[in-house]
């Protein structure tokens, strides 16, 4: 067999094969039968041990477990961006968001017309619509507050949540009707929640709030199939959690780190409720549920990437490298531990392909269909290089195979994740040809995207006049990109 780099270094030399492998439909097993419903469950800023399935021994996640021990644990499962907003528009895309633009937080500002994903682009639900899916989102958006780019216009027959990409917890801090009230930065998290175009009042700690409607959506849709993305903002700042879910956290000291728990205490129970419908209503077994945080964990929210190096908003394992994990009774062996690298990318190929939608007019996928994989039906790895790129922060990163580059300005770091997952020891200088092959590979992917299309998040609404600059400047320093 040959090894990833060679394939990567021959693959150079026929460009246009690169994208391909995902508009290729897998054989379907039961043509006759109902497609299959997707939900995915996102979360937010949640660190790559986080989760019990990671090896978490103060938080306890014995719901979000379940999607791992009755399905595919992922370890080597990542996001195609650090931050919020642009893995979030790779995930819904299943195409890498540089290739339109989207290289950032977008703006809030919801006069700017390109402040999300670009009409040119399809999400989720606007690829299975067509093949009678019903679609809701519950929770997040952060995908543009343009009134052409919110979810009711993005193939979304629901949503119930909130446009920003934070939010206050509590229903009493949910004081501002719209965004035409945010004077400003952040005030944007205050804003009342929509129910579709409208908005609505509210009592329950929002986390709960967002699993009771996602409990309520599967319900109402059950019998047609549907699409539906729960994309909690937890455990992300503000760090706020009800005396309930605290209650439920006292072995862990009382600071951030119990606050932290107790949000994701709260993301579990909700995880717990969708799964006990889904078993009410019938659809267990053909439902495939996806289970990831967005990207890893951050520095300000008391979250634990393990060994991992580096955090939120860097190139490194702790940034992109997230829990991950996918249950799918009928299709997916239980308790299956894969160790190939996976993309969040791959979520929309994979529904295509096992649904039987026809993309072939569409832009092609960057994604792969990974159950093939998972099976065994397929070996090999799904993805033979994956890129990144943070404008921003002059970096980029290419894995193939145990393989790792990680440009950040001027220095060129290779490391072998095999033997050193917890990216110590820098191996460029052994390896020269590697890094060749991978930045050349880096700069053919490179040349097929687009410069940033909007305004960053932080440009739209000054700072409050009497705000702790001093506070500002050292999160600033830290990268960290709300
Ligand atoms: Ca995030």
């Not at 329950?204 to 849709?221: G, M, N, P, Q």
Request: hydrophobic share 30%.
């Amino acid at each position: 067999m040959q090894s990833p780099l060679l394939k990567i270094a021959l693959s150079l030399l026929i460009i246009t094969s690169t994208n391909t492998k995902a508009t290729a439909l897998s054989e379907a097993n039961n043509k006759s039968e109902q497609k299959p419903n997707l939900i995915i469950i996102l979360t937010d800023d949640q660190g790559y041990k986080d989760v019990g399935f990671n090896g978490s021994t103060d938080i306890k996640t014995p719901n979000i477990d379940r999607i791992a021990s009755e399905g595919t644990r992922f370890t080597n499962g990542y996001v195609s961006y650090p931050v919020c907003g642009p893995s979030r528009a790779g995930l819904l895309t299943g195409r890498y968001q540089d290739r339109f633009g989207f290289t950032s937080n977008p703006t809030m500002d919801p006069t700017v017309k390109q402040n999300g994903i670009p009409t040119s682009e399809k999400n989720i639900a606007e690829v299975l619509k067509p093949a009678g899916y019903t679609s809701g989102i519950i929770g997040k958006w952060h995908m543009g507050t343009h009134p052409e780019l919110r979810p009711n216009k993005r193939g979304f027959d629901y949503f119930y949540g909130f446009l920003s990409g934070g939010h206050q917890y509590f229903a009493k801090d949910l004081t501002l009707n719209s965004l035409d009230d945010v004077k400003y930065k952040y005030d944007w998290y205050r804003t009342r929640l929509l129910r579709n175009e409208q908005r609505v009042d509210t009592d329950e700690y929002l986390t709960d709030e967002l699993s009771h409607e996602a409990v309520e959506f599967i319900k109402r849709e059950s019998d047609k199939p549907f699409f539906l993305y729960v994309a909690y903002n937890a455990p992300h700042t503000p760090l706020q959690a009800s005396k309930e879910y605290l209650d439920r956290n006292k072995h862990i000291p009382k600071g951030k780190r119990r606050t932290y728990a107790a949000m994701i205490t709260a993301v579990d129970d909700g995880v717990g409720q969708i799964l006990a419908t889904l078993k009410e209503q019938g659809i267990d077994d053909n439902t495939l549920v996806v289970f990831l945080s967005d990207n890893g964990g951050a520095r300000n929210n008391a979250s634990d990437n393990g060994d991992l190096r580096g955090y939120k908003n860097n190139l490194f394992e702790g940034g992109v490298r997230v829990p991950f994990a996918a249950r799918w009774p009928k299709k997916i062996p239980a308790g299956v531990d894969y160790h190939q690298p996976v993309s969040s990318l791959d979520i929309l190929a994979t529904i295509v392909s096992q649904a039987n939608v026809d993309i072939s007019k569409n832009k092609p996928l960057d994604g792969v269909d990974l159950i093939p994989y998972i099976t065994n039906e397929k070996t090999g790895s799904p993805h033979d290089i994956l890129f990144w790129r943070h404008v921003k922060a002059k970096s980029h990163a290419v894995r193939s195979g145990a393989d790792k580059l990680v440009q950040v300005k001027q220095e060129t770091m290779l490391f072998n994740l095999d033997d050193d997952h917890q990216e110590n020891n820098n191996i460029v200088e052994k390896h020269a040809e590697k890094d060749a092959v991978m930045q050349k590979a880096y700069q053919q992917w490179e040349s097929e995207l687009q410069d940033q299309a909007f305004p960053y998040l932080g440009s739209w609404k000054k700072n409050r006049p009497n705000s702790n600059k001093k506070a500002k400047k050292k999160n600033k320093s830290k990268g960290v990109d709300k």
